[in-house]
T-cell receptor, first 112, second 114 residues
Framework: DQQVKQNSPSLSVQEGRISILNCDYT??????FLWYKKYPAEGPTFLIS?????DKNEDGRFTVFLNKSAKHLSLHIVPSQPGDSAVYFC???????????FGQGTTLQVKP | DTEVTQTPKHLVMGMTNKKSLKCEQH?????MYWYKQKAKKPPELMFV???????INESVPSRFSPECPNSSLLNLHLHALQPEDSALYLC?????????????FGSGTRLTVV
């Protein structure tokens, strides 16, 4: 039973446009959500996070939106750059366990 | 130093071998984690150490044996592995146990069991 789902395995976007990556979760006990970026042969790199008490968090070109009632979060990248091309993982955690549950990942390709 | 260093980067071992994976951080983080990632799958938690004590074991088979000899070092001892254990093994650390402290991941050890 997958508690964190990223239903789009891949996304292709033109440079300069917006990239929107989506993530759904099923466990209402999750209270902290994170996005990681991963290049091949490297470990995941933290991008941005959001606590369940917020509905939006912004850091430069990256914004994460959380809709608790829909159990849905999204990552917006504006403007998208070719260097953003990577696999993006959504992750969720609950009650300070330190246990991250990852989604399957979405491969983003930003075309020049 | 803001890195988590994992060695070796690649490891090929037979099913009767004993080997160890090593993870090191010098950020003063008191929580360290082992994750396993199979091809085209998300990382899955194996173990969590908090203040050098095992905090979470996600029902991992005993052929995987973690060890935290000090606050900077985390080992994963491997014995009698199966080919299906071939995967990328990721180590991570955080200031304290808890996702809101932020994880720093290492680059991983690519393990192949033959």
């Amino acid at each position: 039973d997958q508690q964190v789902k990223q239903n789009s395995p891949s996304l292709s976007v033109q440079e300069g446009r917006i990239s929107i990556l989506n993530c759904d979760y099923t466990n209402s006990m999750f209270d902290y959500f994170l996005w990681y970026k991963k290049y091949p042969a490297e470990g995941p790199t933290f991008l941005i996070s959001i606590s369940s008490i917020k509905d939006k968090n912004e850091d430069g070109r990256f914004t994460v939106f959380l809709n608790k009632s829909a159990k849905h979060l999204s990552l917006h990248i504006v403007p998208s750059q070719p260097g953003d091309s990577a696999v993006y993982f959504c992750a969720a955690s609950g009650s300070n366990t330190g246990k991250l549950i990852f989604g399957q990942g979405t491969t983003l390709q930003v075309k020049p | 130093d803001t890195e988590v260093t994992q060695t070796p980067k690649h490891l090929v071992m037979g099913m009767t071998n004993k080997k160890s994976l090593k993870c090191e951080q010098h950020m003063g983080h008191r929580a360290m984690y082992w994750y396993k990632q199979k091809a085209k799958k998300p990382p899955e938690l194996m173990f969590v150490y908090s203040y050098e004590k095992l905090s979470i074991n996600e029902s991992v088979p005993s052929r995987f044996s973690p060890e935290c000899p000090n606050s900077s070092l985390l080992n994963l001892h491997l014995h009698a592995l199966q080919p299906e254990d071939s995967a990328l093994y990721l180590c991570a650390s955080s200031q304290q146990q808890g996702a809101d402290y932020g994880y720093t991941f290492g680059s991983g050890t690519r393990l192949t069991v033959v």
